[in-house]
RNA sequence: GUCCCGUUCGUCUAGUGGUCAGGACUCAGGACUUUCAUUCCUGCAACAGGGGUUCGACUCCCCUACGGGAUACCA
């Protein structure tokens, strides 16, 4: 048996973290045994519609290296994989559950049902449908249903309880008298989606449904539609959920929640990739650096932890840097120079843009690291630094390294070390009182990227105008 | 309220009856370095509580507490 699994987000305008690790799962898991991964978009709530959230949602996707074999943008006969598009499908499957009398039609308010609800919590009893429409009699409720707006709802059985099988968190076991008369299809004819889940995964062939656990608790429902409907059910994998920093599962008032902000800082990809894999799963050892492919030969549903994980960015951080460090020097620098947001470069950026790159966590701090670079820089007028340039050696060390870079031209990063032992042997000044005047006189800053890389990139006209400025001020 | 799921350092986690409870991030200290960063070393830091079961429980069972999820004509 082939395995086929999907990623059925709805179309919520952008691909929550969360979206993303269980669609990463599913693709890493479909990958893994040479199965099928689809992408299937529920788009039954019709008030939700949000324009070029599909559009959106596959551009993410496809930034964070995910393919599929199926979706809204590859159909095939399976398809289409727009929920709205398969709404004669849901039609004919309800009438096969309304002639068996597992489905009825319910004629009841939203209103009703609303006091219904307030009346039962008011009452301290648990809220569900009382089951008034349970037992009209079909013929009439379908001459009823020709003129009257109406839901359809699934049949529970009254008692006894269902014992189901989780990969991730074993046997649970509910009882039916707990589980509600689910709406099926809604008065505007589509389906909730309990509904259209259980029918397109059937229809779809989906073997296992890699889910988050929000949706355990309405597991019974579906599997008793797979039995309802005379289906085999697929294998079922609730995954933790992701949390804020407070516990709660994780949303938008308490951080970015987007995939594409992510991908706005600068946190590359596979970076990302490899973060959530491994937030909720592990590999059984203590390695955690791995590429997709990796990640692809190593995944198992029996590493799943249960327990929800704290999407905590620190770590993040600390792998993006891994990440960046890892980049070969040609694509460090093309991705660099995507994110110099308007700073221009001379011709010896490489270098600078290469000697930023230890410290650099995120490809948004680029503009800041650059700035000993790039910008005009003011003399410290208070602190160490400008003690430092108050020092008495410091005139004679900037006057001296002037003196040289007039006749001697710096076309390397490495001939600035030369440069500066001919100033230490002439002046007799080194370490600290030698180098720090020279780098406060060129970036006005304390700490920076090496010296002998920022000397090489401003050559020797801007270092001399910069020796002679802080001069001055000194 | 009710049902379901969960609970190992601050965070991500390893651990399936006998371990000095391991690793990673963060943090602190140190080494290297002309600064910062990188890198390396060292350190701080956890089995929610109570009962069982057992010669022996982080590991198995029960209870409690706490956390989360679900309780919609949203997914």
Same mark, same amino acid.
Request: aromatic content about 10%; proline content about 5%.
């Given at each position: ?6 990623? %059925? ?17 599913? #693709? ?21 519609? &949000? /324009? ?22 590859? /159909?095939?006969?399976?398809? $289409? ?22 489905? #009825? ?8 049902? +609303? ?29 009823? %249903?020709?003129?009257? $707006? ?45 509904? %259209?889940? &259980? ?45 804020? $920093? ?22 590359? $990809? ?73 700073? &221009? ?5 490489? +270098? ?115 020796? /002679?400025? %802080?001069?001055?001020?000194?």
């Amino acid at each position: 048996m082939t395995v086929i699994v999907r990623f %059925a987000p709805s179309p919520t305008g952008y691909l929550h973290v969360g979206g993303h690790r269980t669609a990463l799962y599913n #693709y890493l898991f479909a990958r893994k045994h040479g199965g099928r991964f689809i992408l299937r978009i529920e788009d039954t709530d019709q008030s939700r519609y &949000v /324009e070029g959230a599909v559009e959106n949602l596959v551009k993410s996707l496809r930034a964070m290296g995910l393919d599929w074999d199926a979706g809204p943008d590859k /159909e095939d006969e399976k398809g $289409p994989y727009y929920q709205s598009q398969r709404l004669e499908i849901y039609q004919r499957e309800i009438h096969r559950l309304i002639s068996t009398g597992k489905a #009825y039609r319910c004629f009841c308010s939203s209103e009703r049902l +609303a006091e219904l609800r307030e009346r039962q919590l008011a009452a301290g009893e648990s809220p569900g449908y009382d089951g008034r429409c349970r037992h009209l009699d079909p013929q009439e409720a379908e001459k009823r %249903a020709l003129k009257e $707006p109406h839901v359809i709802r699934m049949r529970v059985p009254d008692d006894g309880a269902m014992t189901f099988h989780d990969v991730i968190r074993g046997e649970i076991t509910v009882e039916f008298s707990r589980v509600d008369d689910q709406v099926l299809m809604k008065s505007d004819g589509f389906p909730t989606y309990h509904f %259209a889940n &259980v029918v397109d995964d059937h229809y779809m062939g989906v073997t296992h449904v890699i889910r988050g656990e929000e949706w355990l608790p309405s597991l019974p429902k579906h599997l008793l539609l797979y039995d309802d409907l005379g289906w085999e059910a697929p294998v079922f994998a609730h995954l933790p959920l992701l949390l804020n $920093p407070d516990k709660s599962k994780l949303s938008k008032r308490q951080g970015d929640v987007a995939v594409e902000d992510y991908l706005a800082k600068g946190y590359l $990809p596979q970076a990302l990739n490899n973060f959530l894999a491994l937030l909720g799963w592990n590999p059984g050892d203590n390695r955690e650096i791995f590429s997709m492919d990796e990640l692809i030969e190593r995944f198992s549903l029996d590493r799943v932890n249960k327990a929800g994980a704290v999407f905590n960015t620190e770590k993040l951080d600390w792998m993006n840097h891994q990440y960046i460090q890892a980049m070969e020097d040609a694509d460090y620098l093309k991705e660099a120079r995507k994110w110099l947001s308007g700073i &221009v470069l001379n011709d010896r950026g490489d +270098a600078a843009l290469l000697a930023v790159k230890s410290g650099l966590t995120r490809f948004d701090e680029i503009p800041d690291k650059l700035a000993p670079f790039v910008s005009r820089v003011s003399f410290p007028q208070e602190g160490e630094a400008a003690e430092l340039m108050a020092a008495e050696s410091t005139r004679t060390v900037l006057q001296t390294l002037k003196e040289k870079l007039q006749t001697q031209s710096l076309n390397n990063p490495a001939g600035f070390f030369p440069l500066m032992k001919g100033v230490q042997k002439e002046t007799g000044i080194k370490g600290k009182n030698l180098w720090m005047p020279v780098r406060i006189a060129l970036t006005g800053e304390l700490h920076g990227p090496e010296l002998n890389v920022i000397a090489y990139y401003l050559g020797n006209e801007e270092m001399i105008r910069r020796l /002679e400025k %802080a001069l001055k001020g000194a």
